[in-house]
């Protein structure tokens, strides 16, 4: 019974130490006698006791990793106190088993490094303004040697750049007075553009008035010509109709009539006036006789009645 008992532990410790289980997004390394015998992956894996055993464990995650902060200097000799962030994978189990001791400390040292070097090539205000370059070059440098320790670079980030206090201040001021100075412009830009525009409505509005002026003057002028030709006409009409009214039978005693009450109109308004003088022809038929002469032009301007 007891030998019974012994056997059993023995098969359970055997089953055990024969049968892995190796997780998802994980990698083992196996070795055989201390030498290298393959890399087991996910799911059941089988081991010989005493022979084979797990030598290194890997995760297959992307796995970030804190870069320390650091002092670096740019190329204008200003210190910048720098720290971020790095994300890798391991994609050669083998390789991240005996490429490096340590390829988590190998990897933060190089990025350390090469995070120094890409600065020291840039100017201050270059290091803000290109934080994607100096990205995009650590991943570079850190993911050629990262290789051999089987470790992919995915991407580098800088968390904080932060330079000495008296840079800081300086900064603050550059960076308010080139505000004041894009304040100032935008307020002389206003002034320029308010200036324009009131140059330009009056203009507009002067250049309105003298046209309405010019259409107003137009418009006098014509009413002014047309006036003139309907007084015309209408002078015209009456003076026909006053010819064609002489020519009736009659009509000649008419005129004589009409011209002797204007002439004795005109002497009774002369002799009513008492500041006139008035001279009495000595001779009254010459009043008669000029009677007779208008009536002669009167006559001279009929036509003369044709024989038949």
């Known amino acids: 019974m007891e030998v019974a008992a012994v056997i059993l532990v023995i098969a359970v410790i055997f ?14 390394v196996r070795e055989r006698l201390g030498k290298y ?37 740019t190329r204008d000799n200003t210190q910048l106190q720098v720290d971020g962030i790095l994300y890798f994978q391991v994609t050669d189990p083998m390789r991240a088993s005996y490429g490096s001791s340590n390829y988590i400390v190998a990897v933060t040292q190089l990025a350390q490094t090469s995070l120094r070097s890409v600065i020291g090539k840039l100017e201050l205000d270059k290091t803000f303004e290109e934080r994607d370059v100096i990205n995009a070059q650590v991943v570079a440098a850190i993911d050629e040697a990262a290789l051999n320790w089987g470790v992919k670079v995915l991407r580098y980030e800088i968390k904080d750049l932060t330079p000495p206090k008296e840079i800081l201040h300086s900064m603050q001021r550059q960076i308010t007075a080139e505000r004041e100075k894009r304040a100032l412009i935008a307020a002389s830009e206003g002034r320029k553009q308010e200036q324009i525009n009131i140059a330009a409505g009056e203009r507009e509005a002067y ?9 107003a003057q137009i418009n006098n002028a014509q009413g002014e010509a047309a006036a003139i030709a309907a007084v015309a006409e209408a002078t015209a ?68 009645p044709s024989n038949s």
């Open 15 to 28: 089953i055990s130490q024969s049968v892995k289980f190796v997780p998802q997004q994980h990698a083992w």
């Open 37 to 73: 015998h393959g890399t087991m992956t996910p799911g059941a894996n089988f081991l010989i006791p005493f022979i084979d055993k797990v030598a290194y464990k890997h995760s297959l995650k992307e796995i970030p990793l804190d870069v320390p902060s650091q002092v670096c200097i």
């Open 207 to 215: 250049i309105a008035r003298s046209e309405g002026e010019k259409q």
């Open 237 to 304: 009409i009456a003076i026909e109709r006053i010819a064609a009214a002489i020519r009736q039978p009659g009509g000649e005693q008419a005129v004589q009539l009409k011209v002797a009450e204007r002439a004795v109109d005109a002497y009774s308004k002369v002799a009513a006036d008492a500041t006139s003088t008035l001279i009495v022809p000595s001779n009254m038929t010459e009043t008669a006789a000029l009677i007779a002469s208008a009536m002669r032009m009167v006559q001279s301007g009929k036509p003369t």
